[in-house]
C-alpha cells in the first residue's frame, strides 16, 4: 500500500507498507493497515468505516469508485494507492 | 511551508490571544497593557482551527486546539508548553460511536467544565452531539442523551454545518447545562444529560413557515455570566434575546442596533449587564452595516446598545465576525477581541471604548479566544 507524504509521519516515516494478512478486498487491506498503523488508517476512514470524502484510493491505477469501492478484489501483488483529491481552497 | 512555531513564553499576568483560522492557528501574547503583542504560529498550517481553549484550572495552563484538515479529518490536541509541543497525533480520540452511523466532522467548541471538576470537560461538535470527558481529555464519549435525541432525525445544518457550538454548563449545579446548535436551537438539560429539553419559545426562526417551533431555530450564538448564570443571552439568525429563567422564556432584546442579525457575541468577564456583539447588515449580506465596523455593547442587559468604533475603519469596512471570532478576557479592564474572515484581528484594552489593529493578512478567522495567565 502506497501512502500519500502527508501521512507518512504516521507510519514511522514509511512510504509504502506491504500487507500480508488476508487482504483480499481494499477494506480488509485497510483493516490491516489499521492493525500496523492506527493513526493512518483514522486519517484516510471514518468512524463507520467509510473513506473520507477527499481521500482517493486506487489499485494499480483504477479509482475504486468504478471496481466495487471498498469490496474491490485484490490480489498477490496488488498495488494500492491512497492519495487525496484536488478538492480544497 | 511557513517558519515552524516555537510557542509563547507566557508569565502569569500576561494576555494570551488564541486566533483560528482556516489554515492554522496562531498565538499571540502581550503583558498586561496589552499594547504590543508577540505572534507565534501558524500552528498546524493549512489547517481549519474552528476551536481553542486554554485551560487552567487546577493551576495548570493546558492549551487545547481541534485542528481539522479537509482530506484527513478533525483531531483535537494540548499542549502544556504554551504551543511548543502538541501532543495527541496518532487518532482522533473524539469518535462516534460506530453503530450511531454519524462520523466526527469538526469540532467547534472546547469547554472546561465547572471549576470543581478539573478533570471534565465538553466538546461540541459537528454533526450536532455533546461529547464529553471525565480524565482531562484524554479518551472522550458522546453525551448519550443527546446522541440519541429523538429530534437528531430533524435537525438540518446551517451553512456552517450542522454545529453545536454553545456549551454552558451552570456553575452552580452539575445537572444542570445549556447548548445551542445550529439549526435545532437551544437545549438544556436538568438532570445531567440524561435528557434535554428544547428551550426556544420566543425565538423566531424566520426561515421556516412556522416562525415559532418548539426547536429548529437557527441560534448562533448564546453567552451568559457565571455570576448570574440563569440569565442569557442570545444572537439569533435574525433576532437579540435575552432570558431570565434559563432559556424556558426568550425576549426581545435589539434596541437601536442597525441590524439584529449577526454571529458573535461575547459576555463581559465581570459585569453581567455587558454584552458585546457584531451586527451583520442581513443574511444577505453578511457585512458590517453602512461599511463601518463596529462592536456594539450593551450595559443594561439589553435595554440599550452602544456603537464601538474608535480606532476601526468606519468606511469601505466590509467585514464579518463569526460566532466564536469575538471575546474578552478577565483583565482588571477587561479586554475585548475579535477576528475577521478578511484576516483582521482587533483588541481593545478598556472594554471596548477604543480599538487596535493586532494583526492584518491573516487566513479567515474563525476563532478568537483570550485569557489572563494566572
Known sequence: MILPWQLRDLSGGAGAVRLDGPTDTVAAALQELRARHPGVYDRICTETRELR?????????????WTGGLQTPLSEGSEVVILPSVSGG | MPDLPVGLKAAPGDVILMVGTTKGAFLFRSDGSRSGWDVDGPHFPGEEVYALALDQRGGGARLWAAPGNPFWGAMLRRSDDFGATWSGKEECPVRFPEESGLSLNRIWQIRPARESEPERMYLGVEPACLFESADGGSTWTPVAGYLEHEHREKWTPGAGGLCLHTILPDPRSGDRMVVAQSTGGVYRTDDGGDTW??????????????KHPEFGQCVHKVVHHPARPERLFLQNHWGLYRSDD???SWHDIANGVPSDFGFAMAMHAHDPDTVYIVPLESDGFRCTPDNRLRVYRTRDAGASWQPLGDGLPQEGAYETVLRDGL???????AGVYFGTRSGKVYASADEGDSWALVREGLPPVVCVKAAVVR
Open chain 2, 327 to 333: 471575546d474578552t478576557d478577565d483583565a482588571a479592564s
Open chain 2, 197 to 210: 429539553r428544547p428551550r426556544n419559545a420566543g425565538v423566531r426562526a424566520e426561515f421556516l413557515p412556522d
Open chain 1, 53 to 65: 470524502p477527499h481521500v482517493n484510493v486506487f489499485v494499480g491505477r483504477e479509482d475504486i469508485r
Open chain 2, 246 to 248: 434559563w432559556g424556558d
